[in-house]
């Protein structure tokens, strides 16, 4: 009986692991990332420290899809600066080639920013800039801070926003492309477990299971 | 034999069955089967044979696990073997496909990387604007492209640019073509210029396409030792029943197919999963109004 309830415990477990695994590894479209979608919504217009938040918080790193809409995040913005590049390129200021870019562009980043934006105007709001930098502290987005930083400079201290938004962008590429090497590298480990356990350990099963089994039906 | 032509009738009879009761098919299993045949139609369609579509496809795997498995099946007697290996050469008929189909993506990404140097060359001089230089890519430009480019300067002179933008995005599906068409739109609207934009794409994508391929070529090593230690089993099976060797014995009863096709279908699940984790991300499009 004992047993019993173990092997239950053991598969209720396993079962778990694996709800928790499929969730994860569910695309944009699952249920857990529409919820995420439209908390992530709700709190850029209006950020509430509220206790259950922390539970949400939870539910965020139990899913892993804070880090996936991180990611995300962090991978359109690269597009993004480059084109914001060519807009100051054109002499646009900051602001009006930010926006220019984020009307045209489709994705959640654009999307933020241009309400990010367009609450910004109204009168007596905290400023872009500002609002950018929260958004980027409550996404933990440190690339999107320095863009903050960089429009910030650009808008207090009439610093050319050009140059700053050209390296960011470049300095994003070379990250992704760190990544990318770890990446590779990580999975080139990753793999010793299942070519271990789930290939070369069944092959060793197929090739003594003749002997083992005329071994045993001997010995009785 | 008796148990072949049965489990062909079984089979026949299944997909009778599901073909002419498609309402009873519950919808998840419908979602899956759609997805999948979206799959295999996105390969075959990659591969960019005239001839290779979703279809036949499907018939070329079919034969393929159709024509393994009488061939081990007729060398060892083993259904579950016979099974295995049809799975396998269908498995290495679909390899060859994606192979091609990768083989043709890295072009495509090589001929747009080419693009934008030569399109940074031209506007670089200051002697061709962004159509002049368009009509340059569309003679003299990378052949996979020519095509696009020609519509695209001819859409330009209808005034229809944004729409032939759009197409040429949709067929060539790469994230630095989606770049290099925004930013032409950008200029088109307020005149930005391209030039150090483009200096900059072409030194930090050639250089993740670099990295790219490099962790590819390592993957492929990885996945093709894995396939390797598959094909093991089966070709050690394979030579002790040509063989006629006594060894095999244990496996003609019923607890012996069972252990090898649970340790097959556990290799096998090994297999994908490996592949699972040797998958890299792909770099996402960029989504825009033209």
């Known amino acids: ?220 | 034999m008796p148990e072949l032509a049965a489990a062909a009738a079984g089979l026949g009879v299944a997909v009778a069955v599901l073909t002419l009761a498609e309402r009873a098919v519950p919808p998840a299993l419908n979602r899956l089967l759609r997805r999948l045949a979206e799959r295999e139609a996105a390969l075959a369609a990659a591969a960019e044979l005239g001839w290779l579509d979703l279809a036949s496809l499907t018939a070329l795997q079919a034969t393929a696990l159709v024509v393994g498995f009488l061939f081990e099946f007729a060398l060892t007697g083993l259904p579950v073997l016979g099974l295995a290996a049809g799975l396998g050469l269908a498995g290495l008929l679909r390899a060859r496909v994606a192979a091609r189909g990768r083989a043709r993506r890295a072009a495509l990404q090589d001929a747009v990387l080419e693009a934008v140097r030569l399109l940074h060359q031209l506007l670089a001089t200051g002697a061709a604007g962004v159509p002049q230089a368009l009509g340059e890519l569309a003679e003299r430009g990378p052949l996979q492209l020519r095509e696009h480019f020609r519509r695209i300067h001819a859409a330009a002179a209808a005034g229809r640019q944004g729409e032939a933008w759009g197409q040429a995005r949709r067929r060539v599906a790469e994230p630095l073509f989606d770049l290099l068409a925004a930013a032409v739109a950008l200029q088109r609207s307020g005149g930005a210029e391209l030039g150090p934009l483009f200096a900059q794409l072409e030194e930090s994508v050639a250089a993740a396409y670099d990295v790219q391929r490099e962790a590819q070529a390592l993957q492929v090593q990885a996945r093709s030792a894995a396939a390797v230690i598959l094909c093991l089993p089966l070709l050690f099976l394979g030579v002790l029943s040509a063989l006629r060797s006594p060894y095999l014995d244990p496996y003609h009863d019923a607890g012996g197919q069972l252990f090898l096709a649970l340790m097959l279908a556990v290799m096998g699940m090994s297999y994908l999963w490996m592949r699972r984790l040797l998958r890299l991300p792909e770099p996402p499009r960029l989504r825009f109004h033209d």
């Open chain 1, 1 to 220: 009986m004992t047993e019993v309830a173990w092997l239950a415990a053991l598969c209720a477990g396993a079962g778990a692991g694996c709800a928790a695994a499929a969730a994860t590894a569910a695309g944009g479209s699952s249920e857990a990332e529409h919820w995420l979608e439209r908390r992530g919504r709700a709190r850029t217009s209006a950020p509430s420290p509220r206790p259950e938040n922390r539970h949400h918080a939870v539910l965020d790193w139990v899913l892993g899809s804070a880090r996936r809409r991180r990611e995300r995040l962090q991978t359109e913005l690269v597009p993004l600066l480059e084109l914001l590049s060519l807009e100051l390129g054109a002499g646009q200021t900051a602001l009006s080639g930010l926006a220019a870019v984020c009307s045209r562009l489709e994705g959640p980043l654009a999307r933020d920013l241009r309400r990010l934006q367009l609450m910004s105007q109204v009168a007596g709001s905290a400023p872009f800039e500002a609002r950018l930098e929260a958004y980027a502290d409550r996404l933990q987005l440190p690339a999107v801070a320095s863009l903050a930083s960089v429009l910030h400079a650009s808008r207090d201290y009439g610093a050319g926003a050009l140059p700053g938004v050209r390296a960011l962008a470049a300095d994003l590429r070379r990250a992704q492309r760190r990544q990318l090497i770890a990446l590779s590298r990580r999975a080139l480990n990753q793999v010793l477990a299942p070519a271990a356990f789930g290939i070369l350990l069944p092959f060793l099963g197929i090739l003594l299971f003749p002997a083992l089994s005329t071994l045993s039906r001997s010995l009785r």
